[in-house]
Nanobody, 123 residues
Framework: QVQLVESGGGLVQAGGSLRLSCAAS????????MAWFRQAPGKEREFVAV????????YYEESVRGRFIISRDNVKNTVSLQMNSLKPEDTAVYYC????????????????WGQGTQVTVSS
């Protein structure tokens, strides 16, 4: 079992920045690819960004590419999402998730999820 706890959400004006963090515990953190998904009201959960177990490979959803940066620290067992130039359409609950070994873009392939943290971007 892997336990994930997100933090860092909040209310920010358009153009601002937020940094989300996710603390993992329970298993060997470096065995897992880590990702962020988000879900806005009335919409399906969507992929945001993923990072491989060693941090060597990352991939971003097109609308956040160039604005968001995913990173991880395998000593502190944390994964972060730096969100810059935020837009109102980024408003959602953001979820941290873990999948053993290889990264995936699909929520159904992730085994462990955090409780989510709300990000609200005002115009």
């Amino acid at each position: 079992q892997v336990q994930l706890v997100e933090s860092g959400g909040g209310l920010v004006q358009a153009g601002g920045s937020l940094r989300l963090s996710c603390a993992a515990s329970g298993r060997t953190f470096s065995d897992y690819a880590m990702a962020w998904f988000r879900q806005a009201p009335g919409k399906e959960r969507e992929f945001v960004a993923v990072i491989a177990w060693n941090g060597g490979n990352t991939y971003y959803e097109e609308s956040v590419r160039g604005r968001f940066i995913i990173s991880r620290d395998n000593v502190k067992n944390t994964v972060s999402l730096q969100m810059n130039s935020l837009k109102p359409e980024d408003t959602a609950v953001y979820y941290c998730t873990a999948r053993e070994f290889s990264p995936s873009l699909f929520a159904t392939e992730y085994e462990y999820w955090g409780q989510g943290t709300q990000v609200t971007v005002s115009s």
